[in-house]
């Protein structure tokens, strides 16, 4: 059951260029929120920008009631949003959408992500954690400049690979090559994956021609964000081309086991 | 202080609905308010049979306002009148069922079947601009919305509001065909058609490549659409297009709306809709309005 809210900015931190973590205390979301879970937030109070932008939750500080999201500067919306300071009310709506990612009946799991796709995965590494799955964490970025919150990380997952596509950095090359060639000896239960969709495609790939268990997050543009406009929409993958079935990234997901969508 | 109003036999205690296809059937939220303040609910489009609807990319923002083409995807009318309907009949609300079809029979079997439920009326979708048949398609000629208003209506005895399309040129003569074919009110607008194109990939951002433009940008063409379908007919008038607080409601009012909408404004916050039931209030209090029925049609034109 969502709430809308007005929380306190209460911590602004660039992470790096055009990307803002922002920490807001938001207990009443918070106490509801899972990992995958996603808020929208009201960036003006006017009518332009008109629509809320869907966010994903980074980090849920249970005992303190802090949420933290990070978002990228991209347009008029995230622009006005990135102005914001300590002390400001932020317009939010959350915990928002229903397919969330489910770690518990596994105990040794890969996560993969992709550049600002990466947001997602670090509460769900650190709730796995925490119940005593094993987390081997591979993290793909395009240069050694986007390379992000490397550090956080590490501190929550058991293994962290970080790669880049030109090897600025680390390891050169894509996340899923790696995660790929440790597939054989580790033997994970279950692949959770978030990032651009050509990722996404080849780990859905790889996973379902494999009988690996794969749950990825999607996004898709999107207006209500509560599954009533029905906007953004997602192909079930059992369903013919001729008569496509749909569900929604706000209402079946954002995550979903990737036999069941076609992306 | 008096904020009921009765549009075309449908008694409801605010003149404030929520427009189809942006409240879902109620459900999602019923979580953040209770549902009975509400003066009605106009369910999602509802067809005879199930509709998945068009491929994403389905929706875009525009200036002020949104771009969607959903496609009418709906779960059909006996799994509506099955799990929906008794959950919205739960709520002291009036409960309006926007109907669509893609042939004059299937509107006719569809009203057939409503005409049966447990619902206070229904809006006959003349009007949706995404879908390829029907609808629009039969919505914007004189002719067109009075034969499938007619055939509707010796089927149907509950109350029928017919929606209409403002991508006509003369909105008026349309809305005068639905009265002549023997409809008890007329709801506009609905969408403006329009485009949005992706200036990097050269191509329009919604798949379908055009939708119906909704929100605050609209709200002037509304207005003058009702206020011109008002002079025309003698039967009321669900007016809606951008309205997202209470002074915008009390415009449409002014320009002839018995009752009125809030549609993509149920987007940007969950509780617009209950906000502009007060904002009607407290315009009644600032200008001392016994009974909000005065109001309707009484702009005075310059």
Redesign the interface.
Known sequence: MPKQIFAKLIKKEEVIKDIYKFSVKAPEIVELSKPGNFIEIRVSEGIDPFLRRPISIYNLDKENGILEFIFQVKGKGTEILAQKEEGNDIDIIGPLGHGTFKYEKYNNIAIIGGGIGIFPLYELSKEAKLNNVKVSCYLGFRNKELVMLEDDFKKVVDSLIITTDDGTYKNKGFAIDYLKQDMEKSKYDCIYACGPLPMLKAIQKYANENNIDCQISLEEKMACGLGVCLGCAVKTAKSPKEAPEYWHVCKGGPVFNSKDVEI | MNTEVNLAGIKMKNPVTVAS????YGR??S??FDLSKLGGIIT?GTSLKPR???????????????L?S?GL?NPGVEYFAENDLPFLRKFDTAIIVNACGSSVEEYVELCKILNTLDIDGVELNLSCPNVKAGCMAFGNTYEGVKHVTSEVRKVLDKPLIVKLTPNVTDIASIAKGVEDAGADAVSLINTLLGMKIDIDKKRP?LENNTGGLS??AIKPVAVRMVYQVSQAVNIPILGMGGI?NGEDAIEFMLAGATAISIG?G??????TSINTVEGIEDYMKKHNIENIIDIIGKVEMN
Request: aromatic residues 14%; glycine residues 14%; neutral net charge.
């Open positions: 296809g942006t409240f879902g999602e939220f979580e953040f999602k998945s609807g068009n491929k994403p990319t389905r929706v875009c923002e525009t200036a002020s306002g949104m969607n959903i995807q951002v929100g605050p997202i993509a149920n987007f940007i916050s969950p509780y």
